[in-house]
């Protein structure tokens, strides 16, 4: 089927069994045919009660294929060039053939796969009775899933690790995004669930992510790890030194694995902004001042490194030659859709590292111009790091985020556009431009594209439901969207201090 070929898997869909149907009555067959006809409706319909339809093993393998088959088919971007690509490592995606391998022999990994089939079919169909049958199967994996993790056993297992990852994928999809006006829990659940995925990795060690499934899982993780860091603005677990070398072991670092080690590092980042004392009559101003300039060390550490990321993307993009040769070629913007979504996805996420590091960066600086600080150590640090300009940063994301929800980057596309584009929109709130140009093309595609819709309401739901708490508000709401923004971004902070 079109799925297995485009996963590089072995199909098996007509390879089963199917004479047992032959032997069961007309009333069976019917039934057949009414839970199959679930898949082909679009109009929500009366809410049924799919428990025993599910249970029955004929009903549950034609509503397991379907729905599998319909779900990655729509998942998977579909002008992804495949393992052939020269940006290896990246575009395969291995982590999907990791948990549908894992599903095909772990009876819950199955259930919470089935969830998010069901889930992200019917919010897409707008159709009531897969949503039901999406938020059964949730409510039994996410059971199954805590009974396994009373085992010590099994909770180190891969299965649970991906049931835990994949309950956290089904919460993009879970929210009802044709209904803007009900706000969920779903981003509180999904920084639930990565904290979850978290512990799980701790508790297992960077021992058992370093071959096979564990790897792969672990590569996957790490990227929201990252996200949950940022958002909460706090140290990943898996930022430590032991989690950047031991994984790596026996497999290759791939430009995905160096980027997100850069990435891991900045909610860490953050949190030493956000610990900043402030400057007062009874501050010692040298601390301070040290505390600065070690901030200020490792952003200027953080910024070269991806610099020279950036340098190596894109000679594998152009040709390792003279990159000066090919100026007009030479920038991530204009090769950004050149090698299919998964390095799409990459380049946003460079650039909404960027923005989060240059940002805080330059509100850090214009506390320090405003305070205490003698202006020689002000100076001293402007010639160290003439900070980068955050705005083109932004703009690259505002402009190119409608490529997450063109139809050819299927669910893939809505699942990853969270992070960047709700950087991006805080910064514009945050600092006065909630009437630019870029910041209107954000929201004119997050209200005029249909795909849109589940990003939308997974960000209404986490600036809803947020952490810290602090930071709650609508984000429908423009006053209270440049509130929360501010307070994100700690221009609040910088101007109490500057007071």
């Not at 039934?31 to 009414?34: D, G, L, N, Q």
């Not at 979850?196 to 990795?201: A, I, P, Y």
């Not at 501050?283 to 040298?286: G, P, Q």
């Given at each position: ?7 590089s898997l ?6 089963r ?13 019917s039934?057949?045919?009414?839970n ?19 249970q029955?093993s004929?009903?549950?393998t ?24 020269i940006?290896d490592?990246v575009?395969?995606?291995p982590?999907?053939p ?13 259930l ?5 089939g ?11 009775r ?8 949730y409510?039994?994996a ?10 010590p056993?099994?909770a ?12 956290g994928?089904?919460e ?8 803007e ?14 904290e ?6 701790e508790w ?10 564990g ?38 670092r791939?430009?995905?694995d160096?980027l ?10 953050l ?7 402030s400057?007062?009559s009874d501050?010692?101003?040298?601390a ?7 901030i200020?060390?490792?952003t ?5 490194q991806?610099q ?5 993307v894109?000679?594998l993009?152009v040709g ?24 799409f996805?990459l380049?946003?996420q ?7 590091l240059?940002s ?25 790091n ?12 505002a ?5 997450y929800f063109?139809?050819?980057a ?6 990853h ?7 991006t929109?805080?910064?514009y709130?945050?600092t ?21 819709r ?12 947020p ?8 984000a429908?709401?423009t006053q209270?969207l440049?509130e929360?923004a501010?307070h994100?971004?700690?221009v ?8």
């Open positions: 089927m079109v799925g297995c070929e485009r996963l072995t199909c098996t869909y007509d390879e069994q199917w004479a047992f149907i032959a032997q069961h009555s007309t009333g069976s067959s039934t057949s045919r009414a199959s006809s679930i898949l082909e409706t679009s109009d929500p319909g009366p809410q049924t009660a799919p428990t025993a339809a599910y029955r004929l009903d549950r034609i509503l397991e294929i379907e729905i599998d088959e319909i779900f990655w088919t729509t998942y998977m971007p579909t002008n992804d060039p495949g393992r052939s690509s940006i490592g575009v395969s995606l982590w999907v990791t948990l549908r391998a894992l599903a095909g022999r772990e009876s819950t990994t199955r919470a796969l089935d969830a998010c069901f889930l992200a079919i019917g919010n897409w169909r707008e159709d009531g897969l949503l039901q049958q999406g938020l059964m199967l409510s039994q996410l059971h199954e899933a805590n009974k396994a993790l009373r085992n056993v099994r180190q297992s891969d299965d649970v690790l991906a049931t835990v990852r994949i309950l994928m089904c993009m999809f879970r929210g009802d995004g044709a209904r006006a009900k706000v969920t829990s779903q981003g509180t659940d999904w920084l639930r669930h990565v979850g995925t978290e512990k799980l990795l297992r060690g960077p021992e058992s992510c370093s071959a096979e499934h790897h792969a899982l672990f590569v996957d993780c790490r990227i929201y790890a990252a996200v949950s860091g940022m958002t909460r603005r706090r140290s990943s677990l898996l930022s430590t030194a032991r989690w950047a070398s031991i994984p790596w072991a026996i497999s290759r791939t430009i995905q160096k997100m080690d850069l990435m891991i590092v900045i909610g860490g980042l949190n030493l902004h956000d610990n900043l004392k400057p007062s501050c010692n101003i040298s301070l001042q040290q505390q600065c300039r070690e200020m060390t490792y200027v550490h953080l910024n070269h991806l020279a990321w950036q340098q190596s894109l000679e993009c390792s030659g003279d990159l000066a040769a090919a100026a007009p070629l030479a920038t991530l913007a204009d090769v950004c859709m050149n090698h299919g979504y998964g390095f996805q380049i946003m460079y650039w909404s590292i960027h923005l989060v240059h805080t960066t330059w509100l850090m600086l214009r506390w320090m111009a405003q305070s205490d600080i003698p202006s020689t150590t002000l100076a001293e640090f402007v010639r160290a003439p900070t980068p300009d955050p705005q083109p940063y932004a703009a690259c994301i402009n190119h985020c409608h490529h063109r139809p050819e299927g669910f893939y596309g809505t699942q556009a969270s992070w960047p584009m709700a950087a929109f805080h910064y709130a945050a006065g431009q909630t009437d630019s140009p870029e910041f209107q093309t954000i929201r004119r595609v997050l209200r005029g594209m249909k795909s849109a589940f990003t939308s309401a997974f960000l209404v739901s986490i600036a809803n439901h952490a810290p708490p602090q930071l709650k508000g609508d429908r709401n209270e440049v929360m501010k994100w971004w700690g609040d902070k910088a101007d109490d201090r500057a007071s």
